[in-house]
Structures are given as structure tokens and as C-alpha cells.
């Protein structure tokens, strides 16, 4: 009984030490303490209680992770948007925490694999993504405190998302903006699309954007459209410095 | 020309100096960049302008200091009250950052009296108040980042102003709870209110709270009624703990 005991304990280390790495891998930096995160990814219908008896599930956390990511978006759009007034800042917070924008940020990292639930994962509504993801967000404020709060969010949400043009309605598709480009410029381009799964089983997209037989961006998305889109961004921005240069 | 030039400068500086000492009286720490704490306080009447072009007045400040004020406050719920909810805890803080607490927090300050304004400041609404003690949290978060913004709240608001019962509505009052204790346990009762201004024209109120002709508790605000609950709820705490004491 002792050595079945023993096994046990040593099994659940090993996957706790996997989760760990993830978790590691996912927010940029060692978490302190794992119970926050293991709450973060726990669904009610597991019924879990802490020792005092109170529920054990992300609900908590998802209401504090919320308030967090609201704060730091808050401090970021101030201080990137100088001429924006308290009616433009709000409004374009609201775009980037939308319910959507969340779901989609969610996926996009796979949080769902770490979820601990009686039903299966298939049977949650597309919310889900976005309520662990703020989740996330509430257990590395507890673990770590605001300012590790604010580095993930720049890292998994305002580096590759936000982008003030697009959000304004100025930019609607940075491809069609780089397709116009090219055919003003007489230049011709290629987006070569593949396939690039990742380990963890979530179905990937790779793109290489060639402008004249050279390849000037790369990007990884979970759709086509959404690679595409991310390698014409890189794109733009490369030929928006050769252009700043220039002049 | 010079000499009176010099003393512009200096009667400026001397101006800043005491608008520095009031801050730092009121924020409990000392500032480290007065001009975000001028700009909390600069109405869009003056038109005033920083060296860019951009409008200098506090209504940007306020958009920051709402969202970093619902941040701490919803860690604060979040800690202070594991058995509630995500329901619970969204309509607890929304009670606690009402726009009508929020005015009266900074009608208590007296933050008013500080308001750089073309327009006489008696024309504003009520809402001034609030939207200037939120201006001030977001030059606090700007000047000293999220650790301190977290102190100030915990001492201008979540110490005097949040009480979790009377919040949930189990205690409407502690003046009419300790009246009825006293009829109960047979003890007489007196609340001596005096005038208590301040050194900054604030009208204040002071009470002293005897039971049994024995003063068992001391308070001051801005009127009568809210002096009294204060005091109350502060022997209302002092029996508790001898209660409690004798089990």
C-alpha cells in the first residue's frame, strides 16, 4: 500500500512539474506558488473546496484577472494615445477587452488544455477561453503582484495585438494594404501557407510573405487568414522603416 | 524687470511648495513629480496646454484613476471575502466606486479647494468631487506606480468608508444598532457634538460618545450624522472585542 502510495505521490509531482513548465513557458517567468494557477484552470463542476470549505474554481479569479487586465490596458493606452480624450480611451479599451478579443487571446495560447473539469471541455461555450485567460491574469496578480501582471499582458496581449491603427478603423486589413502597395510598386508577391503544429496538439498556420522573390516576413497563427494577416503587418512596418530612413 | 521676475519665481515656488506639503498630507507620502498632481487638479476651462499641444487638464487622469481605483478594490473584495462570489464581488465594488461615494470621498478631502478652474468652481456639479479624487489616484499611480496607488486607497478609502456588513446591508446603521444595545443592557447613553473646523475652512463636526457617562469613543466628518455613525460604529468595534474577550 505504502509503494502504491508512494507511486501516486510521485506520478501527480511529475505532472505537476509538466504543468509548471507550461505555465512557465505561457507567462514568461517561474510562478512562486502553482496552487493559483492550478485554481485558475480548476471548472466549478469538479466541486473542488478549499480547507476551509469555500469553493475552488476560476470564477474568483476571472472577476479579479478582469479588473487587472482593465487596469493595465488603462495605463498603456494613456500612455500611448497622448491626444486621446477620456471618451477615446474608453472606447478603445473596450475593443480590446472585448469578449471576443478574449476568447480569441484564450485560444490562441490553448489554454483549454489545462482545464479541470467533470464535463468534458467540448460541451463550454466559446467563452471559456477568455474567462481562464482572465483567470490567468487574476492568479499571476496574487502570485506575483502588478508588475508581473502588467509584463504578461504586454507580452501575450498588447505586443501582439494591439495595434492602435487597426483598432481606429484606420487600418482595416494590413494585407490588402500591403497588396495595394505592391501593385502601385509593380512589385510581385507570394504568401507560401503550411502547416506548423506545435507539440501540444493545437493546429497551427505558417506563412512566408516573398515580395520579389525575397522573404520579407514570417508568421504562426491558428488560422490562415490570421498568419497572413500577421506576417503583412511585419511586412508594413519593415518597408514603413526602409521609407522613414529614406527621408 | 529681473527683480520682479524674481519675485514671480518665487512667490510661484513658494505656492508650489505648500500645494507639495498639502499633497503629501493628504497622500501620506511624498510625491516625487508634482506636476501630475497639478495636472489632477486642472480644470479644461483654463485651456491649458503641455509643450506637444495636447490639453493638460484632469479628465484623462480621472479615466486612469477609475480604472486603477476598481483594480484595488476588487484585490482588496477578492482577499477580504473568499466565500464571495463573482456576483458578489462585482456588486460589492460596484457600491463601493459609485459615483455618489466617490463624490463624497472627495468632498470629505476637500479636494475642491485645490481646483484650477476658469469658471468659479461653485458652478460645477457634485460630480467634481469624484472625478477629481479619481484624477488625484491616477497621478498617484503615474508618480509612484501601483503599490502606492494600492496604500493611498487603503487609507482614504477602504479604511474609513468600506464596511463589508453595512455594504451587504446586515447593518444599516451602528447609531440606531448601539442605541438598541444600550436600552437592552440598561445603560445610559450621550453624543456631545461640537464644531471642529480645520485649518482649511472645511467645516467638520466632533463627537464624543459617552456611555454610562464614560467616553468610549471620539469622532469627526463633515456633518453631524456621519460623525455620529462613525463614532457609533467605533464603540459598536470596542464591545465586540470585549464580547468577544469574555467567551
Redesign the interface.
Known amino acids: 500500500m505504502k509503494i502504491l502510495k508512494n507511486i501516486f505521490k510521485n506520478s501527480r509531482s511529475n505532472e505537476d512539474g509538466i504543468f509548471f513548465g507550461e505555465i512557465q513557458n505561457i507567462i514568461g517567468f517561474k510562478p512562486s506558488s502553482i496552487q493559483y494557477y492550478q485554481k485558475a484552470f480548476t471548472h466549478r463542476s469538479t466541486n473542488k473546496m478549499d480547507f476551509?470549505g469555500?469553493?475552488m474554481n476560476y470564477?474568483?479569479l476571472?472577476?479579479?484577472g478582469?479588473?487587472?487586465l482593465?487596469?493595465v490596458?488603462?495605463?498603456y493606452l494613456?500612455n500611448q494615445v497622448?491626444?486621446?480624450?477620456?471618451g477615446y480611451?474608453?472606447k478603445m479599451r473596450s475593443k480590446i477587452v472585448s469578449r471576443e478579443h478574449l476568447n480569441e487571446l484564450g485560444r490562441d495560447l490553448n489554454l483549454i488544455r489545462f482545464v479541470e473539469s467533470k464535463v468534458p471541455t467540448q460541451h463550454f461555450g466559446e467563452n471559456i477561453h477568455g474567462n481562464i485567460f482572465e483567470a490567468l491574469i487574476?492568479a499571476i496578480?496574487?502570485d506575483k503582484?502588478?508588475?508581473y501582471c502588467q509584463k504578461f499582458i504586454h507580452k501575450c496581449v498588447i505586443i501582439p495585438y494591439v495595434d492602435i491603427a487597426k483598432l481606429e478603423g484606420k487600418v482595416i486589413s494590413y494585407k490588402s494594404l500591403l497588396i495595394e502597395w505592391c501593385q502601385k510598386e509593380k512589385k510581385s508577391f507570394n504568401y507560401d501557407v503550411f502547416d506548423d503544429n506545435g507539440i501540444d496538439g493545437q493546429k497551427y498556420f505558417g506563412v512566408k510573405l516573398s515580395i520579389d522573390n525575397k522573404v520579407i516576413s514570417k508568421a504562426r497563427a491558428t488560422s490562415k487568414k490570421k498568419a497572413e494577416e500577421k506576417a503583412s503587418q511585419r511586412a508594413y512596418f519593415v518597408f514603413q522603416e526602409m521609407i522613414d530612413h529614406k527621408q
Open positions: 476551509k469555500n469553493p470564477e474568483r476571472e472577476f479579479l478582469d479588473a487587472m482593465s487596469a490596458i488603462a495605463a494613456y497622448p491626444t486621446g480624450d477620456e480611451l474608453t487574476g496578480f496574487l503582484g502588478y508588475d
